[in-house]
């Protein structure tokens, strides 16, 4: 079965590296990969040098929508001031920029990727995210009349246009029951989907890391218990849900040290000038450290007590959670989305009420107090990540779905 795998992000996000994990242990004598990508993503390279064929396309980007002559319509005029000011001047301007979307980004990105289909000639195309933001690929698909799998990574509303497109998908791939609720309750029919939680390649875990000699590789202090918050700088990613709860933490621990490690978006620069304006108005310049991007997580993992996933919104699923799991880290997690489906609450770590400055504060320190305790969490949380959260585990869940909607269309002819 020849397989061609659709992801237009801007850069290499949860989404990449999940479908790189999958791919990387596919087995090539059954499938037969092939990745189409937006032409400035740089994961490019990566599945290229996993002798995975890449197709891109080009892809419309903000700079580019905002110049068009669609836009220059109404923006800076009187006209579209009175637009976006509401009622039902504002669901004008709503429409005008439905309008402006379906026509300068929908439709050529269609176009775009029907033709791209029709290339490659693959037996079925695999989305690689929810259908609110795959509209583009499920329609060309359709198009092509090759049948597709939505592989649902993100939470989010499904509109008139999305349930249309849903009807053409031959299978959904949840990748926690979180999500999978989540769409059905959205009316995507339950005999569509199939739950299949994400893999994480284990190999750098294989062999438990020295704490010790990670934490002199990043220059971090040998003596002072450490928690980590790891994720793309965000607001939904709750960093300053973080730096709140550290306030708290530092009055019982004092020489606990919180590490924010992840970089800004595109779309939120200013956002990471905010935490570190917030960290130094609560005091915290000696308590926190942001450690910017890491190419080596498992390195990071190994340096630190604890890990917090500090999310305010619930999270689809939560990869580093399983990565702290497998480095044989606690982990505190909000008692909502997928977390909630990895982490077994007092046995591999500790959920604390969502957007709960104070509940996450004591999480942490009722950890930080009771090493032996947090010890046997890491340990136990190891052992289950190994045991249900593999990338072999994935390959072969997702290979059988392939299979089988193989065979259905097969019986069907």
């Known amino acids: 079965m020849r397989i061609l795998y659709i992801d237009l992000t801007a850069g290499i996000g949860g989404s990449i590296v999940s479908l790189e994990q999958l791919l990387g242990v596919m087995d090539r004598r059954a499938f037969e990969p092939i ?27 903000a700079d580019t929508a905002r110049s068009s002559g669609v836009v220059s319509l109404v923006k800076g005029s009187q006209t579209g001031q009175r637009l976006r000011n509401g009622g039902l001047y504002s669901h004008l301007w709503d429409r005008a920029r439905s309008v402006r979307n379906f026509l300068t980004r929908t439709l050529p990105l269609t176009w775009r990727l029907w033709r791209a289909i029709r290339a490659a000639q693959p037996t079925l195309v695999h989305v690689n995210d929810a259908v609110f933001v795959s509209r583009p690929a499920i329609a060309a698909a359709w198009l092509a009349a090759k049948p597709s799998v939505c592989h649902v990574r993100s939470l989010g509303p499904l509109r008139f246009w999305d349930h249309l497109w849903a009807r053409t998908v031959q299978r959904f791939i949840f990748i926690s029951r979180w999500v999978a609720d989540d769409q059905r309750r959205q009316g995507i029919p339950a005999a569509k ?12 875990y294989a062999t438990p890391a020295d704490r010790r000699a990670a934490r002199a590789a990043l220059d971090l202090p040998l003596d002072r218990p450490i928690i980590a918050v790891v994720g793309r700088l965000v607001p939904w990613k709750g960093q300053a849900l973080f730096l709140e709860a550290m306030c708290l933490v530092v009055d019982a621990v004092p020489d606990a040290l919180g590490l924010i490690v992840g970089e800004v978006e595109s779309f939120s620069r200013e956002f990471g000038d905010e935490l570190r304006a917030l960290r130094d108005r609560l005091g915290l310049h000696d308590a926190v450290r942001f450690m910017g991007h890491s190419d080596d997580i498992p390195a990071v993992l190994a340096a630190v007590d604890v890990l917090a996933h500090t999310s305010v919104s619930p999270e689809p699923f939560g990869r580093v959670i399983v990565e702290a799991m497998a480095a044989g880290r606690p982990v505190i997690t909000p008692a909502e989305g997928g977390g909630t489906e990895i982490v077994v609450d007092g046995v591999t770590g500790r ?10 504060a004591q999480a942490i320190i009722d950890l930080l107090t009771h090493p032996e305790a947090a010890r046997a969490m890491g340990l136990a949380g190891r052992a289950r990540a190994f045991q249900h959260f593999s990338s072999e585990r994935l390959a072969a869940e997702v290979s059988a779905l392939y299979r089988d909607l193989g065979a259905e269309r097969t019986g069907a002819i």
């Open 35 to 61: 990745v189409l990508l937006s032409s400035h993503n740089p994961a490019m390279a990566r599945f290229r040098a996993m002798q995975v064929p890449v197709v891109t396309i080009p892809t419309v980007t």
């Open 193 to 204: 989907g199939r739950l299949i939680y994400n893999g994480i390649d284990l190999t750098a």
């Open 351 to 360: 959920w604390f009420q969502p957007r709960d400055a104070h509940a996450l």
